[in-house]
């Protein structure tokens, strides 16, 4: 190590960010006076271009060594200034940086204390730079080809934008078919495109590119190892049907004994299916699956004389023997795009979902309004003698969203305008029906989304500004109790249907892919991003990407242009062929490891092992780290019994200094 340092400290006033509470020509000029500083300046944005350019002069006019940024957080810019290190030749980990944004002008008020602070910050900076080390960044290759998990409008976009770059694509899908929600809307707001129309042809695409290996009702079961080089094991649930052979002819269906009996769910429980099933007519891939759970010869070992469906099919594609099958692949980066949920209406009982018939979801009166649905379109309430036309129609907003008591403080971002999608949909299908939406306030954000609200309204439908407090019964009629907070009154209001616009809540099985990927969720429950806003579809583990509404509710437009931004992602690795990995990583000892295996429980990458070594004539065991692995997360440093696990530039030796100089200014 260079015994004599010489150091450049650049503090940032960040516009007003910093200077306002920060005294930054103070903090400078202390900082001159410390030791092994050969100049110290203060600019105002330090990571602008004139910004990195007075480091860069610096570093060739006055021998600089070491640098250090007072700015903002590291997240934000460690990286631009160890390219401002490199850029002028001095090894890019010879920096380091003091946060004065976030831990000092943020958070306090005080200009003096403030000052304080950033000057402690600055020494302590200071105090460890002159002994880190300097690392080398190394770079591993890239397998070609990419993993979408999730085959709804984001999965199909992003693998449909990768397989056309010439990459090879595998999406795993969990249920027998593409398409995720969209596939479930009747129109899409605030264009009122059918659906269908424009998703089916890309679900076509999905299933006949020849760079994109489908595998629907299929699940990942592990992925293992790093950024470029993932090994994914996947598995392929049983069908019970070969689909090499089925024709999707669907007369195993209709032949079955269960036939018209079992809630179908691409149906929210409305139509019935058999226990062989095509979710949907325009299902991708079109090839029938037997449900396991419910099929009489699965469960109870017969239907009948035997079973009908095989009987039945005239390519003889039914075959009872078949099994899970495991497939295993490499792929240099992942996509997770396994959307949402709704909120069950249930958990706010008020609302009487779980009561009444004529209580229903959003997504269920997409089922209603559509053609492919199973009224054909039309909107009747009930079965039979009892069947209704709704004549009074009232929409209730923010079920499951913007309410603390259910521990949802979020807004999903997409029920006020499918409320008045739908409430359109009303108002057409039903040129009599009165048609209201209670509402907190309506949030039409997107691009002609306000001119959709405006339309509706002019159509007849009225907005009661007011969250409904409870629902009964009256009769044939349900009540709907409110305030209406504009007119300063509360009502009674008597209507025949009730549309709850409930929430988009969090996957319940997210955690499967947590686990497997080890992914952050965000307070919310969704998958979180690196960055909300520098990078906001990677996560905080390299080479895996989010897309869609399993990042946080979306629309379909957001879904797309995040869909489309995670497969660009995902085409610079691809296509730059190799990628670096960390340098800041962890190192152990093995002189001094005990073996003891307590950083191989604690690292949450899966990066150490235990290996057997000869220390002078005796095997013994020895925790090694895997440099591609590791993410230089320090846990093993801090868990380490013996001090053997040490992080580079975050060994004790370059922490312990900073410490003391904390500790000695007053
Ligand atoms: C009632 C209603 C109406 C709406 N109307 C509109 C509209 O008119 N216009 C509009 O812009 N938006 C609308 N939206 C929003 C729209 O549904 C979403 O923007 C869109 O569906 C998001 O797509 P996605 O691919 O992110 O998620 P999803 O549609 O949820 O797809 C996710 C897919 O991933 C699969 N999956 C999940 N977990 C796994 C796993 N572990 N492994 C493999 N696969 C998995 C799922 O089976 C599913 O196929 C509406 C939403 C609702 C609730």
Redesign the pocket.
Known sequence: MNNKPKIGVYVCHCGMNIAKTVDVEAVSEFASRLPYVKVARNYSYMCSDPGQQLIKEDIKNEGLTRVVVASCSPRMHENTFRKTLAAAGLNPYYLEMANIREHCSWVHENREEATAKAKKLVYAAVAKVRLLEPLEEKEVEVEPSALI???????IQAALDIAAAGFKVYM????PS?????SQ?D???PTLDCSACILTPKMVDVASHPNIELMTYS??EDITGYVGNFNVKVRKKARYVDINKCTGCGACAQECRLAGTIPSEFNMGLGKRAAIYLPFPQAVPAKYTIDKERCLFLTRGKCGKGPKCIEACAAGAINFEQQDEIVEFKVGTIII????E?FDPAKKPEYGYADYDNVIT??EL?RLVAASGPTGGEIVIGKGEKAIVPKEVAFISCVGSRDESVGKPYCSR?CC??SA?LAHLVTEKLPDANVRIYYMDVRAFGKGYEEFYDRVRREGVRYIRGNPSEIFKRGDKLVIKAEDTLAGRTLEDEVDLVVLATG?EP?Q?AR??IDILKLSQSADGFYLEAHPKLAPVDTATDGVYL????QGP????D?VAQAKGAASSALILLSSGKVKVQAQISNINEATCRGCGYCVEICPFGAIDLVEVNRMGNIVQVARVNEALCKGCGACAAGCFSGSAQQKSFKDQQILPQIAVLGAMK
């Open positions: 998990v999730g085959g709804g409008i984001a999965g795993v899908e969990k249920t593409v398409g995720g929600k969209m809307l129109k899409t707001f699940q990942v795009a396994t959307g949402y709704l959003g997504l997409e997409v305008m499918y999608k988009l996957r099985d499967e892919i897309a869609g509404c399993a979306k629309d379909i437009p879904t």
